[in-house]
């Protein structure tokens, strides 16, 4: 419980406008994309590194909770303080790009930047960051880092984590750590930076990220392939990859996702489909992409792609993606809530993955439209409920234990970049052993020791 005297201490650390406990305050800062809803006691907006490590040494003093907060973006609830106490929001000040370095080609940021005006800061310069979650338009770089975030271009460029070259971040007691160097190569010591990405905001608060950029490529084409079943796009998938194909994406949309987005937005979509796969080429030679056209169009083929479309100009390749673009708010014709979930599996495994699903779906009588990136076998697995029938919502959740549980069993993973924060800590048990789980928990409380930062979350 937060008591007057402890308002009245970090006021003077961040100053008393950057201390809110008004109701406004308190409800802006209760719940992220999850509609879950925590109340905090205080929302405190430092505006330094500094100032972050004196609020983290007076609140580990005296035993208050901290959730360290970016956009609220989430899908998972990571954000939320479950145990109340102290927001640590970081959006509103600590927001700065600090640096782009040119000749090392890397950029320092603070971990309020948004992804989308880093990226747009980046290729000013020629450069480019690839990670980009589908919230890249307003969730944060902090956040990204925290829940090490994915996105289309995954298949070709990978995710957060092979980005981050370096971190500057503020332990529970107020120690201030360097976490890896801006050099290509570094093997000294522990990787401590790999054990941040991730952490969701349990071990230390990120203050300063140093990440990877690479060369914008100059060209890029995309591609559109429409199959008979979802079972012949999935193997179209994986024997592309095979055969040396290297798509900065490979995205899919199953036949309830198409039949939404043709009734919500009319888009000319063949609703007879099985499904629909969505993939982008790019490079610096034309010959380089018209190769890996060719290697697309030959796969597709042959595992049975009934139509191919290959955009003439970016105003085409929009209209491709607008669908996988919209899928998420197409599916609500289905239900009223959606339990979303981002399981991966093997992609060899995708097929068998989604015949599950649809048998769990069948057997619960619900509908479970299926998108995302089959390039790197992560489907976003949506279960559609009446969020005003219990039992239905129920249902739906007994549905998702199911999956988690095909999910496991196929070798695959309980999230593919959501993470796991509070709403799947209940089946870290399902995908970890015990000797896992305790290993991990002895790595919360080696940086941790009195569990004050991000409580409640990932089942530590």
Not at 147 to 167: F, H, P, Q, S, W
Not at 433 to 438: G, H, P, R, T
């Amino acid at each position: 419980m937060i008591e007057k005297r402890d308002i009245r201490a970090l006021q003077k650390i961040v100053g008393s406008e950057n201390v809110k406990d008004d109701r406004a305050h308190l409800l802006a800062y209760s719940y992220d994309a999850t509609r879950e809803r925590y109340e905090p006691e205080l929302v405190l907006f430092p505006r330094s590194e500094e100032e972050v490590s004196q609020v983290l040494r007076y609140c580990n003093q005296h035993r208050i909770p901290v959730v360290p907060r970016g956009a609220g973006s989430g899908f998972t609830g990571g954000a939320l303080p479950v145990k109340g106490g102290v927001v640590l929001a970081l959006e509103r000040h600590m927001n700065k790009i600090k640096e782009i370095d040119l000749k090392n080609m890397v950029a320092v940021v603070e971990p309020g930047v948004l992804n989308k005006e880093l990226q747009r800061a980046v290729e000013r310069h020629g450069l480019f960051y690839p990670p980009d979650p589908a919230s890249q338009e307003y969730s944060t770089i902090g956040g990204n880092v925290a829940e090490n975030a994915g996105g289309m271009r995954a298949a070709k460029y990978g995710i957060t984590k092979d980005y981050v070259m370096a971190l500057r971040a503020v332990l529970p007691d107020g120690s201030i750590i360097r976490a890896g160097k801006r050099t290509i190569k570094d093997v000294a010591g522990y990787n401590l930076a790999g054990i941040l990405v991730g952490s969701e905001g349990t071990l230390a608060v990120i203050t300063e990220i140093t990440l990877k950029l690479i060369a914008k490529p100059r060209l890029s084409k995309t591609m559109m392939g429409i199959f008979p079943t979802v079972t012949q796009a999935m193997e179209a998938v994986y024997r592309s990859l095979a055969g040396g194909a290297n798509p900065v994406a490979m995205e899919f949309l199953d036949q309830l996702t198409i039949r939404a987005v043709e009734e919500k937005f009319h888009k000319g979509l063949p609703t007879d489909a099985g499904a629909i796969l969505i993939s982008d080429i790019d490079g610096n030679v034309e010959a380089e992409i018209d190769y890996q056209i060719e290697l697309l169009r030959h796969h597709f083929q042959e595992n049975g792609a009934s139509a191919i479309q290959i955009a003439k100009d970016q105003e085409e390749a929009a209209n491709i993606w607008f669908a996988r673009r919209n899928a998420s708010q197409a599916i609500t014709i289905y239900g009223s809530k959606k339990i979303n979930e981002d399981v991966t599996v093997p992609r060899s495994e995708l097929p068998r993955y989604l015949e599950e699903v649809y048998r769990i779906g069948e057997r619960y009588g619900v509908k479970i439209p299926c998108f995302g990136h089959t390039g790197d076998g992560n489907v976003h697995t949506n279960v559609m409920v009446d969020g005003s029938d219990p039992a239905q919502v129920q249902r739906g959740y007994e549905a998702i234990e199911e999956i988690f549980k095909v999910t496991i069993e196929l070798g695959g993973t309980l999230s593919g970049e959501h993470g796991i924060g509070l709403s799947k800590a209940p089946f870290m048990r399902m995908a970890f052993s015990d000797e896992e789980l305790a290993l991990f928990r002895r790595i919360k409380a080696a940086f941790d020791p009195n569990n004050i930062l991000n409580p409640g979350k990932m089942g530590l």
